[in-house]
């Protein structure tokens, strides 16, 4: 079966220092992979997505992620953190049953 | 919350009470979902739909209940016999044959 795991539970950064969310991915076949944000007690917006294209993918705000077959991970990073970055990032992989398995989320701090 | 709209945004229930929580979309998407958030554990799929008068339960469907009686409204009950309903619910949508998942705002029930 499908699933992530999100490898830190929290992630505290100094703003303008890069940012690193480590996500592992268990799958039998070549996954769609997906990174989301949510801000406080707000719904969740897609971050960016790998289908199996390009293995760099760049999304929203900055924020990057590469898809490594060899070390099943998908870790998010962005180069310079800001304030505004401080959020819950959740890794998400797509199933055979088509539908999302989440994982349990890294909240991430942004110290000024 | 792109044409998403979920209501109320903060519940207070009962115990023994049922309660049922909105989900309407201008979006015309197929597939809607309603999953479930609490603390460190990330997102849990309750229910899903990919087409009207069908639907599917998820990894954690007991003590819910579903109808998609139109493509727009995806409605879900939080009955008496779910044991732990305080929780963030969110709903979500997809277009058929995309990849992504559109959130809404969420509701927050509490059970007192």
């Known amino acids: 079966a499908q699933s992530v795991t999100q490898l830190d539970s929290h992630v505290s950064v100094s703003e303008g220092t890069p940012v690193l969310l480590r996500c592992n991915y268990s799958s039998s076949y070549s996954p769609s992979l997906f990174w989301y944000v949510q801000h406080p007690n707000k719904g969740l917006q897609l971050l960016l997505k790998y289908t199996s294209a390009a293995t760099l993918v760049k999304g929203i705000n900055g924020f990057e992620a590469e898809f490594k077959k060899s070390e099943t991970s998908f870790h998010l990073t962005k180069p310079s953190a800001h304030m505004s970055d401080a959020a819950e990032y959740f890794c998400?992989?797509?199933?055979?049953?088509?539908?999302?398995?989440f994982g349990a989320g890294t909240r991430l701090t942004v110290k000024p | 919350d792109g044409g998403i709209t979920q209501s109320p945004k903060y519940l207070f229930r009962k115990e023994g009470q049922n309660v049922t929580l909105s989900c309407e979309q201008n979006l015309n998407h197929d597939a809607m979902y309603w999953y479930r958030q609490d603390p460190g554990q990330g997102l849990r799929l309750i229910y899903y739909s990919q087409i009207v008068n069908d639907f599917q339960k998820g990894d954690i469907a007991e003590g819910y209940s579903v109808s998609r009686e139109k493509k727009e409204s995806f409605p879900l009950t939080v009955t008496s016999a779910q044991k732990n309903p305080t929780a963030f619910y969110l709903c979500?949508?997809?277009?058929?044959?995309?990849?992504?998942?559109?959130f809404g705002a969420g509701s927050r029930l509490t059970v007192l």
């Open positions: 998400v992989v797509r199933t055979n049953n088509n539908d999302m398995r």
């Open positions: 979500a949508t997809q277009y058929s044959g995309a990849n992504v998942l559109t």
